[in-house]
């Protein structure tokens, strides 16, 4: 009874997946198990993959190969649109709001350099979280197969 008054709180908030989260949660289950072999699950679902960003947009932002690409940019709106880019890249429940590849990078002169340090910055907080083997490989195989789009795109 009490998982269906619950359920019925979380329905007029959320979505379900959400309010199934917060029933696990509130009544101390942990996580609610993934049911799928996406990426997206194997990174951890919505939790790992806001991990992944957050800590990989905060080592770029402070390494000093690339960090003043950084500057005057509005952290928060990067990290929920790329953490949404990357919930769809890796098969996860979201929908990308964001601009394409092309656009979002037409301008800034992104150098092989500039997007190699960027990797490395994402392999640092893969290895800090613990992100088995495969799942990188999976990962960086997906921003490798963007890397044409991101890199010197002209204005």
Same mark, same amino acid.
């Given at each position: $009874?009490?998982?269906?008054? @619950? ?29 799928? #072999?996406? @990426? ?11 991990? *992944? /960003?957050?800590?990989?947009?905060? %080592?770029?932002? !402070? ?11 509005? $952290? ?5 649109? *790329? ?7 890796? !098969? ?8 394409? $590849? ?5 301008? *800034?002169?992104?150098?092989? %350099? ?5 990797? #490395? ?6 290895? !800090?979280?613990? /992100? ?7 990962? @960086?195989?997906? @921003?490798?197969?963007?890397?044409? !789009? ?6």
């Amino acid at each position: $009874m009490r998982f269906i008054r @619950l359920l019925s709180v979380c329905l007029v908030a959320s979505s379900i997946s959400g309010c199934a989260d917060f029933y696990y949660d509130v009544i101390g289950r942990g996580a609610w198990p993934h049911e799928d #072999d996406s @990426l997206y699950s194997r990174l951890g679902g919505e939790s790992g993959v806001n991990t *992944l /960003v957050n800590g990989w947009l905060d %080592t770029a932002a !402070a390494d000093p190969r690339i960090g003043t690409r950084f500057a005057g940019v509005d $952290m928060a709106q990067f990290k929920a649109v *790329l953490t949404q880019w990357l919930c769809v890249q890796a !098969a996860g429940p979201c929908v990308y709001t964001g601009p394409g $590849m092309i656009d979002a990078h037409t301008g *800034l002169a992104i150098s092989d %350099t500039d997007f190699d340090a960027f990797i #490395d910055d994402l392999k640092t907080n893969l290895n !800090a979280n613990r /992100v088995p083997t495969d799942e990188q490989k999976e990962l @960086l195989a997906l @921003l490798a197969a963007k890397r044409g !789009a991101v890199i010197a795109v002209e204005g």
